[in-house]
């Protein structure tokens, strides 16, 4: 988990402009390291982890309705307003902050955090 102080180190991206995608679509953008999906619903701009951590499929490519993405692979449904799965709320892809500047679109994405595991004896 990022801090909100952590986060307010991080700065906005631009990744788009406006009108670039179109209304009900999808996106998928490099941002650093990472691999976001950029939404457009008609209204305002969200978005998210690109990879379904079902089978990693590009969520950016998934049809958008009503505030939800769903996977093109295998049809696992996720909120872009909180990143949760709609089967299982516990589940979640990474969200993040997006705004509009002139007519650039921008999103801020924190760096990949290295995963920890646990220490010990690796026999058990």
């Known amino acids: 988990m ?3 102080s952590e986060m307010n ?3 906005f991206i631009p990744v788009a402009k406006v009108g670039d995608i179109p209304a009900g679509e999808g ?6 390291e990472r691999l976001v999906a950029l939404f457009f ?3 305002a701009y969200s978005a998210i982890d690109d990879l ?3 089978m990693g499929a590009s969520l950016g490519s998934g049809p958008l309705t009503d505030g939800v993405v769903t996977c093109p692979w295998h049809a696992w449904r996720f ?3 909180d990143g949760a799965w709609c089967d299982n709320a516990a589940l979640r892809v990474e969200v993040f902050d997006v705004r509009v500047v002139g007519d650039a679109i921008e999103v801020r994405v924190p760096p ?3 995963v920890e595991l646990p220490s010990g ?3 058990r």
Do not use: E, N, Q, Y
């Open 9 to 11: 180190d991080v700065p």
């Open 52 to 54: 379904c951590p079902h």
């Open 2 to 4: 990022v801090l909100v």
């Open 27 to 32: 996106r998928t953008f490099a941002v650093g």
């Open 79 to 81: 909120r872009l307003s």
């Open 121 to 123: 004896d690796p026999k």
């Open 112 to 114: 990949v955090r290295p």
């Open 41 to 43: 619903d008609g209204v």
